[in-house]
Each structure stands twice: as C-alpha cells, then as structure tokens.
C-alpha cells in the first residue's frame, strides 16, 4: 500500500533563492544533532550543509531569509533522512515572529539580512565590512560560462529543533520546485565569509567545522510549499 500523498497548508511562488551546497566536518555536526536523535548524512566522510538565501513574499509581506540546514536521519534506525534547521534569520520582526512562536522554527530577527539572485548574487547578514555572513557568487556569463537552468528541486523532511520541550520531536514535509542554474564553488571568484566576531553558536558552528562551498544553485521563481507540522514523543 502507498503512503497517503502529503497535503500542502502553504505555498510560496515566485520565490527568489540564492543556495550554497557545501560540506563540513562531520564531527562537529555529528555532537550538533546529538541532543534531537539525529546524525548528519556522511558523503565522502563530511556533512552536507546548505546555506541559503530567500527574497518573497507571504500573504503580500515581503521578506528576505537566510537559513542554515544540514542533511540528516534519525538516530533510531530509520532509513528516513532528510534536513535539519539549524537557524534561520528573518528580515520581517513578524515573520520571524509567526515562523518561531507558531511553528517552532529557530528564527531570529535580522534587519540587516540583503538577499539578491543577481549582479552579483549575493546573501549577507550584517554591514560591509564586518558582516556576520557573506556569501557572493562571483561573475559566471560574462567568462562564457552557461546560465542554463533545469527543473530542480527537493521534496523530504525537514526536522525541527527541539527546543524549550526536549520531549518532543517536531517535523514537516516541504516540496521546493524551480528551474535551477548550478555553478561549481570557485574561490577566485566566489566569497564566503564568517565575521570573526560573530556570536551566533550556528553561524560561529560553521566556521569552526570548516565549512567549503562546493555548489551554488540559483533560481529566479521557485515554488515553496510545506505540510502541517508533525510531533511526536521522543
């Protein structure tokens, strides 16, 4: 018997999404995930973080978001695997208000979060310089280098923090759908940066498990939708 199809309660369209692939130290991420019941995915002996930037608009507010996310499965021998979130900033005080008293996501307010999918595509959180996040995608067609786009996408998981109620265990399913343009991570042209003096324990997390770029996906009106949100007993 096939599993019931998910129903979607929210959806995002035309949705602006700036994402940078990378891998870090599987250690660090592994002691990270810990305390939910979940290990990070381990491909080539690393983990597989996201780092992405958003620029949309939910029920006519716009916004801008960065969020942090890693691969993951649960710890109970489930084959099931998916993404955590780690942490995410919101550049709307009531979307990141709604997103984490409502939902139980790792929001924080940020007003200084800049999200952009061109000229040069870039995500920040912060002032230049000293920004607590940089992300640049350095010129590519200008080199000769092909914009083409392909429908892309992922549909899975996506784990809560467990947050101030350690007993349980919160997830929804979300669906993101949209013609995607892929770049290899090249650091002669491409930036990606942690202020030093940054004090958020995710975005400290990512310098210190030696966070790479590996891949940027960029696409210019995506689809986002996401289920109700599940919980459970741990």
């Known amino acids: 018997m096939e599993p019931p199809a998910v129903k979607y309660i929210a959806q995002l369209v035309g949705v602006r999404e700036l994402a940078l692939w990378g891998a870090a130290e599987l250690s660090w991420w592994r002691?990270?995930?810990a305390g939910e019941e979940l290990e990070p995915v381990e491909v080539d002996g690393q983990a597989q973080v996201f780092v992405t930037g958003l620029d949309a608009k939910w029920m006519g507010i716009?916004?801008?978001?960065?969020?942090?996310?890693?691969?993951?499965?649960?710890?109970?021998?489930?084959?099931?695997?998916?993404?955590?979130?780690?942490?995410?900033?919101?550049?709307?005080r009531f979307i990141a208000g709604v997103e984490r008293w409502w939902f139980h996501l790792p929001y924080l307010f940020r007003a200084d979060l800049h999200v952009k999918v061109r000229d040069p595509a870039a995500m920040r959180l912060g002032g230049q310089p000293g920004a607590d996040l940089l992300a640049e995608l350095g010129p590519r067609e200008s080199s000769g280098e092909s914009a083409a786009a392909q429908e892309m996408g992922y549909t899975g998981a996506l784990f809560l923090p467990t947050g101030r109620d350690r007993n349980r265990r919160r997830w929804f399913m979300v669906q993101i759908r949209g013609l995607t343009s892929t770049f290899d991570f090249d650091a002669a042209r491409d930036r990606f940066e942690i202020g030093s003096g940054c004090g958020d324990p995710i975005l400290a997390g990512l310098r210190a498990s030696q966070f790479r770029g590996v891949q940027w996906h960029v696409r210019r009106s995506a689809t986002h939708a996401r289920s109700k949100t599940f919980q459970a007993r741990r």
Request: without cysteine.
């Open 31 to 33: 002691d990270h995930l």
């Open 62 to 92: 716009p916004f801008r978001d960065i969020s942090v996310a890693v691969a993951a499965r649960r710890l109970s021998g489930s084959a099931e695997t998916g993404v955590f979130l780690a942490r995410a900033f919101n550049a709307s």
